[in-house]
């Protein structure tokens, strides 16, 4: 082992290198207590993904102390990405007006239909429509692209909120929230840089630990 690699790095473990970090975490599954890679796996990795040079790239410490509570925090189940029901949200003593709850069922309705969304909703996702479902319909012609647009809306900023949420970072949506209103394209570009903005990605996730979506058929 290289020692100069184990010492504590003067450089700092930067906003992208945590973001591709926690990519690569859920890309492997590797968050049980027997860990697929070592510390040194995600160091190249990292580094070769983001091109950097020995000199930019964190110690092999750097790295384990920042892969310690991310794998923590992808072990642990969250209520909200338990699939969405009204008796969930009963249980939970989550409120959603009537109103809410039958523009959920619409998108939900149209998910079983519609073999490229999810077969499955979360209860965290379902929240944002209900936050949302104002927007989707101020910005579309019809009643179904509202529908089509909520779902990709709140697909977003639920991926954003849970990020967030698993690398403890405070929870800001303004830069997503200032695209909201430029168009619907205008929308999905911006989010296409964002980490999970690819569903299967997110999706095959929570297959792997049986929360919120189903396995398709």
């Not at 990605?201 to 396995?215: G, I, P, R, T, V």
Request: proline share 2%; with cysteine; net charge neutral.
């Amino acid at each position: 082992m290289n020692h100069r690699d184990y010492r504590l790095s003067r450089v700092k473990v930067t906003k992208d290198i945590k973001d591709k970090l926690l990519e690569l975490l859920m890309k492997e599954g590797d968050v049980e207590r027997k860990k697929k890679h070592p510390a040194s796996w995600y160091q190249a990795e990292v580094a070769k993904e983001l091109k950097l040079a020995d000199e930019n790239n964190p110690s092999l410490r750097s790295y384990e102390k920042e892969i310690q509570p991310l794998r923590k925090a992808l072990q642990t189940k969250d209520p909200l990405d338990e699939p969405w029901s009204i008796g969930a949200c009963v249980e939970q003593k989550i409120y959603l007006s009537t109103e809410d709850i039958f523009h959920i069922l619409q998108v939900r309705q149209k998910q079983l239909k519609d073999e490229n969304l999810a077969t499955q909703l979360s209860i965290r996702q379902a929240l944002w429509m209900a936050r949302l479902y104002a927007v989707a319909q101020h910005t579309s012609e019809t009643e179904d692209q509202a529908l089509e647009r909520l779902w990709t809306y709140s697909f977003q900023y639920a991926i954003w909120e849970k990020v967030c949420n698993l690398k403890r970072d405070d929870f800001h949506t303004r830069e997503i929230d200032d695209v909201l209103l430029e168009g619907f394209e205008k929308f999905k570009e911006f989010c296409e840089n964002r980490v999970f903005s690819n569903l299967d990605d997110y999706k095959n996730f929570y297959l792997s630990h049986n929360l919120a979506f189903e396995k398709s058929k």
